[in-house]
T-cell receptor, first 114, second 115 residues
């Protein structure tokens, strides 16, 4: 098991609502990335945070936003939830600038939008 | 843009037989390649990586992968499959060209090992 923990593990929300997902990073890691994994698909990169700033984003709209805190933990916020936002959301921690090191993933948060 | 392809949605193998899960990649520059495994309702677990050096990379749980530059492949292998190896396997490449550490994943291959 990695030291990356995510909360909550499961969540059910109604379309139009807002949701916040949380992630604590592996000890010694300073970068957090978020991925969305829809059913039957591979994880898709949402964005990355380093030094409390977003420094990379995938093809996701602005209603997906995040934060990184001084202890390197992170939040993913999704506003105006849509049915298609139902997915497993994965948080990964890594060390910035070390492309050859592996990322460690949390167990994920399963979000269901109804 | 960096990408990986996993041509098989599912691989079936009998316990004790060797297994191969295929992955091909497309990158500009040197590839940083990874294999992850996902068990039901769990996150991704790192298995192994290729950065540079020997083309045969050894990883966790007896898995290994062979990097082939001429065929742009990075196939995952295990000499003797276990029923407990049944899971979803993802190949990934690190997109270093963007300046950040985005991983680009394949669509995944489900491995089923029968007793």
């Amino acid at each position: 098991e990695t030291g990356v923990t995510q909360s909550p593990t499961h969540l059910i929300k109604t379309r139009g609502q807002q949701v916040t997902l949380r992630c604590s990073s592996q000890s010694g890691h300073n970068t957090v990335s978020w991925y969305q994994q829809a059913l039957g698909q591979g994880p898709q990169f949402i964005f990355q945070y380093y030094r409390e700033e977003e420094n990379g984003r995938g093809n996701f709209p602005p209603r997906f936003s995040g934060l990184q805190f001084p202890n390197y933990s992170s939040e993913l916020n999704v506003n105006a939830l849509e049915l298609d936002d139902s997915a497993l959301y994965l948080c990964a921690s890594s060390v910035f600038g070390q492309a050859g090191t592996e990322a460690f993933f949390g167990q994920g948060t399963r979000l269901t939008v109804v | 843009a960096q990408s990986v392809a996993q041509p098989e949605d599912q691989v079936n193998v009998a316990e004790g037989n060797p297994l191969t899960v295929k992955c091909t990649y497309s990158v500009s520059g040197n590839p940083y390649l990874f294999w992850y495994v996902q068990y039901p309702n769990r996150g991704l677990q790192f298995l192994l990586k290729y950065i540079t050096g020997d083309n045969l990379v050894k990883g966790s749980y007896g898995f290994e992968a062979e990097f082939n530059k001429s065929q742009t492949s990075f196939h995952l292998k295990k000499p003797s499959a276990l029923v407990s190896d049944s899971a979803l396997y993802f190949c990934a490449v690190r997109d270093v060209g963007t300046g950040f550490q985005k991983l680009v994943f394949g669509t995944g291959t489900r491995l089923l090992v029968s007793p």
